[in-house]
């Protein structure tokens, strides 16, 4: 199936000389929901700007379901709902009048069934008639979503729906994006928050100075460079590590009384066993045992970390 969002050594240098993104390529199958983690200054903005039509790039091309962003620019942003980051609503407007405003913006008829089905989704409906500066921050964001879904566009993009929201309001929105997807919406959302890409996303893509880092199945990425430690708790204090356990690298902490241990979650030889053995062999006693598998935290820590 031909991806619904294709994006081809996109580029963008500001007129400042700024260079904000270097040849990106990504694919996006109708569907998915991406996450695109990156620090401050990234370029993810940048990057929906460009397919949303707001910024030109200045090489490379996007297409939405076949459309050019640029040559095509009617039936691409058509097919395009945006959800910016900073909440932009008409006070005195009332959530209906806003809906139906942004629907006859995109040239379609008003249909008011619709209406009430994308407000009851987010559950919005006995808001209808309500002034939108009369509304909570958590409602006002999801009248953004409610705007942008309602000239049925097939691709949504979030820009950091969940910044500054408490966590409550934060799953909430989760709920959102996964009800969206069950209806077959493909999300791409921005965020700083890895715990959000954890949660929610199919695909994880990590960019940083411009450059699309890594795209890959949050799984894959969690499984391939995720790595586990087993954290040894011992029956006595231990002065120093022996000399016949440098090999493991471990680090231990005097407070807890524990040795940590990494290794490679898919490594063909972990080293437990030998550790095991070599910590026997220097009279060292264990009083338990865990292991835990690094998150997707570490990994971009690691990641952007490595490229700096
Ligand atoms: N109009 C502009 N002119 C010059 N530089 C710009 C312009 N817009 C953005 N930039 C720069 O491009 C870089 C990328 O910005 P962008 O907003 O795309 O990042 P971001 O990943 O969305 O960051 P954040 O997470 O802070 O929203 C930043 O260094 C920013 O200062």
Sequence with gaps: MAPILSISNLSKQYASGFQALKSVNLDIEEGEILALLGPNGAGKTTLISI???????????????GF???????????????????????????????????????GKRNDPALLRRILEQLSLWDKRDAKTMELSGGMKRRVLIAKALCHEPRVLFLDEPTAGVDVELRKEMWEVVRQLKADGVTIILTTHYIDEAEAIADRVGVIRGGELLLVERKETLMQRMGKRQMRVELMQPLPAIPASLARYNLDYSAEDRSLVYSYEANGERTGIASLFADLSAAGILLRDVETKQSSLEDIFVGLVEDKS
Excluded at 51 to 65: D, H, Q, T, Y
Excluded at 69 to 97: C, H, K, N, W
């Design 68 to 106: 050019d962003v640029v040559r095509d620019y009617r039936q691409a942003r058509s097919l395009i709902g945006l959800v910016p980051q900073e909440i932009s609503l008409e006070p005195f407007q009332t959530v209906m009048d806003a809906l139906r405003f942004t629907r006859g913006l995109f």
């Design 51 to 65: 397919i949303c039509g707001l910024v030109k790039a200045s090489s490379g091309s996007a297409s939405v379901g």
